[in-house]
């Protein structure tokens, strides 16, 4: 069993910058993928960032590429994505995830935070 507990979040006007961070506890948990997805009003859940288990690479969706940063400290069990100039577009529910997937495909999602809403005004 894998708890993440996700922070951060907000308001915030276009061009502005974020930090969401997500503490990871249970066993096993750095077996595990670990990432961010969203979910925007009337949208399907989408890969933004993760951290692969297999070799530690990273996977950024094409979105979000350049602008926002995603780190992990194993020692801490903490997740952190920086998004930068944030757009409207951006608007969602982020969701802290843990997953065996090396892919990091919303189906495949082993454990799911509770989600922090991220709002960016034009």
């Known amino acids: 069993q894998v708890q993440l507990v996700e922070s951060g979040g907000g308001l915030v006007q276009a061009g502005g910058s974020l930090t969401l961070s997500c503490t990871a506890s249970?066993?096993?948990?750095?077996?595990?993928?670990l990432g961010w997805l969203r979910q925007a009003p009337g949208k399907e859940r989408e890969s933004v960032a993760a951290?692969?288990?297999?070799?530690?690479?990273?996977y950024y969706a094409d979105s979000v590429k350049g602008r926002f940063t995603i780190s992990r400290d194993n020692a801490k069990n903490t997740l952190t994505l920086q998004m930068n100039s944030l757009k409207p577009d951006d608007t969602a529910v982020y969701y802290c995830?843990?997953?065996?997937?090396?892919?990091?495909?919303?189906?495949?999602?082993?454990?799911w935070g509770q989600g922090t809403q991220v709002a960016v005004s034009s």
């Open positions: 249970g066993r096993a948990v750095t077996s595990y993928s």
């Open positions: 951290f692969s288990w297999i070799g530690g690479s990273t």
């Open positions: 995830a843990a997953s065996s997937d090396p892919m990091f495909r919303p189906s495949h999602v082993d454990y």
